[in-house]
């Protein structure tokens, strides 16, 4: 399985859902810097399950538990290594899924590339539980990036057709993100948190989930980071958010809006302020040619309903070779866009912790 990400800034994940642990080797980080262990907890748990009626009722504290790396709460230059205990597992929930793939998980293709071999007991190695040691080394990489003065953070855009209001590209403050950091329901627009919760459990009653979006936002990043073609800002994030098993598309900027736009719309005008060239918009979400502007990047991604529900489906029976029908039990999220977001804000300040390194400026 390749779980090693990272051409300066490396990281690689390992465990399952239901194995013993879970956890995280980075590799890269400077030395010298020193982390505050209670603020990586704290972004630990906004990913947590267990923690709101919109996430699964599995509980987990997920205390991650530094191996190596670090010495007086400060880096040593060596690889930094965290495991998380998994405490509350229940494997005899899955025994069945070895023969019935659950539609929209990595069950049946799991099975195929890996002989049948694969852990199915939460998904595994596929499994969003993965993202726990993800926002582990995105919170460490947000705190030495912070004194760069680079802040990332994020809000849930929207829940199913519910919306929040989105980023102004040009109006995005590192107080604002770091704000939107604090919270586990990270809204701009507070309003229409009731109307997101009641989507959720609309879904939840019918023994279905619902997906929607996260808006990310970086300031702060000086222009001239990242390569053309293939190690270009948005080639490195996409790559680093796609291993969030959640998301299913990633835009940058306007996005697919560009698509209905004219050139004159699109592009955006250069100019000089406090002896500085800025854009007077952000179409570009802060990105031309793979190259960053100076302006705030602005990216969005989509993330599907949780695929296990407990409406009975159709699959197939493996062992059999026929079609077979499967209610999926278990402890799941009715909707995983909240817990989403930290993990994708930590994938991106990984990211950019290694587009930096690359460019010489970590």
């Not at 770091?178 to 879904?203: H, I, P, T, W």
């Not at 599907?304 to 402890?331: C, F, N, W, Y």
């Amino acid at each position: 399985m390749s779980s090693t990400w990272g051409k300066n800034i490396k990281i690689s994940i390992f465990g399952e859902s239901h194995g013993v642990a879970i956890g995280v080797v980075i590799d890269g980080l400077p030395a010298g810097e020193k982390l505050d262990l209670e603020e990586l907890q704290f972004q630990m748990s906004r990913r947590a399950p267990g923690n709101d009626a919109t996430a699964t009722p599995r509980k987990e504290q997920d205390l991650p538990e530094i191996c190596a790396g670090i010495l007086s709460g400060t880096t040593t230059g060596a690889p930094l290594c965290a495991v998380i205990e998994n405490t509350n597992t229940r494997p005899v929930d899955y025994d069945k899924l070895s023969r019935l793939p659950r539609p929209g998980h990595a069950d049946y293709t799991g099975a195929v590339r890996y002989n049948g071999y694969n852990d199915v007991r939460g998904g595994g190695h596929f499994s969003g539980r993965l993202t726990a040691p993800l926002t582990f080394a995105g919170a460490v990489c947000k705190q030495i990036l912070a004194r760069r003065g680079v802040t990332v953070g994020g809000h849930i855009l929207s829940i199913g057709n519910v919306f929040d209001h989105p980023f102004d590209p040009m109006k995005i403050t590192a107080q604002k993100l770091g704000q939107l950091s604090r919270q586990y329901f990270s809204l701009q627009n507070d309003l229409c948190e009731e109307a997101m919760r009641k989507a959720v459990r609309d879904a939840e009653e019918a023994q279905d989930s619902v997906g929607g979006m996260v808006e990310i936002a970086v300031v702060g990043v000086p222009a001239g980071i990242g390569t053309p073609m293939f190690y270009g800002v948005e080639n490195v994030l996409s790559s680093i958010v796609y291993g969030v098993p959640a998301v299913k598309g990633v835009e940058f900027g306007a996005g697919f809006n560009v698509a209905r736009m004219r050139g004159s719309e699109c592009n955006d005008p250069f100019t000089v302020r406090d002896d500085k060239v800025v854009t007077t918009k952000n179409t570009s979400g802060g990105i031309l040619g793979g190259i960053t502007t100076g302006m705030p990047i602005i990216m969005r991604a989509a993330i599907k309903p949780t695929p296990s529900i407990s409406q009975k489906q159709q699959t197939v029976d493996l062992r059999e070779h026929r079609d077979a029908m499967l209610t999926v039990g278990g402890r799941h999220d009715p909707c995983i866009v909240p817990r989403a977001l930290p993990a994708i804000e930590a994938a991106t300040a990984v990211g950019i912790a290694d587009l930096m390194a690359d460019a010489g400026k970590l």
